[in-house]
């Protein structure tokens, strides 16, 4: 065991340099990506058990797989894009107390910025505005104020007017 563990340290620091290079380009050979799928990608039987667990805890000794899947490197995949109702929850999860209060007054900076990633132009904005506080009084009146309840309600007000569905982007 302790001269397979140095055996793969070894042929991962032999890898590296190559497989930097080649890595955007490498096939699907075992769990996730990374300096892991990199180092033992021509390894014989890639999907079997040992050459998965070889590969799961080279990625997971280095934390390559994270970089990769950041940069789209390392055999990781990235199409440069987020799905806009992704980047919409995760701003209203980062900003979820002013976004409240905004919906509630029916305007505010950071209302424009969740009108902007849900594909409202900004002509737009004035009746997204309205329909943000009238959905925040039907969500406070029941009680769901959750970042994901805001969005869903956003969503499905954008769907609703036809003012606005006309020129969301999802």
Same mark, same amino acid.
């Given at each position: 065991?302790?001269?397979?563990?140095?055996?793969?340290?070894?042929?991962?620091?032999?890898?590296?340099?190559?497989?930097?290079?080649?890595?955007?380009?490498?096939?699907?050979?075992?769990?996730?990506?990374?300096?892991?799928?990199?180092?033992?990608?021509?390894?014989?039987?890639?999907?079997?058990?040992?050459?998965?667990?070889?590969?799961?805890?080279?990625?997971?000794?280095?934390?390559?797989?994270?970089?990769?899947?950041?940069?789209?490197?390392?055999?990781?995949?990235?199409?440069?894009?987020?799905?806009?109702?992704?980047?919409?929850?995760?701003?209203?999860?980062?900003?979820?107390? /002013?976004?409240?209060?905004? %919906? +509630? *007054?029916? $305007?505010?900076?950071? &209302?424009?910025?969740?009108?902007? !990633?849900?594909?409202? @132009?900004?002509?737009?904005? /004035?009746?997204?505005?309205? %329909? +943000? *506080?009238? $959905?925040?009084?039907? &969500?406070?009146?029941?009680?769901? !104020?959750?970042?994901? @309840?805001?969005?869903?309600?956003?969503?499905?007000?954008?769907? +609703?007017?036809?003012?606005?569905?006309?020129?969301?982007?999802?």
């Amino acid at each position: 065991m302790k001269k397979l563990s140095m055996l793969a340290i070894v042929g991962m620091f032999v890898a590296m340099p190559g497989g930097f290079a080649l890595a955007a380009g490498t096939p699907d050979t075992g769990p996730g990506c990374g300096l892991g799928k990199i180092a033992w990608q021509n390894y014989p039987n890639a999907k079997t058990k040992g050459a998965q667990i070889l590969i799961a805890t080279t990625n997971g000794s280095f934390g390559t797989q994270t970089f990769g899947i950041s940069t789209g490197t390392m055999g990781c995949t990235d199409d440069g894009r987020w799905w806009a109702e992704q980047k919409a929850t995760m701003f209203a999860e980062l900003n979820s107390e /002013a976004l409240a209060q905004e %919906m +509630a *007054q029916g $305007r505010g900076e950071h &209302l424009a910025s969740m009108a902007t !990633l849900l594909g409202v @132009a900004q002509p737009q904005h /004035a009746a997204f505005f309205a %329909m +943000a *506080q009238e $959905r925040y009084a039907a &969500l406070s009146g029941a009680g769901e !104020l959750s970042p994901a @309840a805001m969005v869903q309600a956003l969503n499905e007000g954008i769907s +609703a007017d036809s003012s606005l569905v006309k020129v969301a982007l999802n």
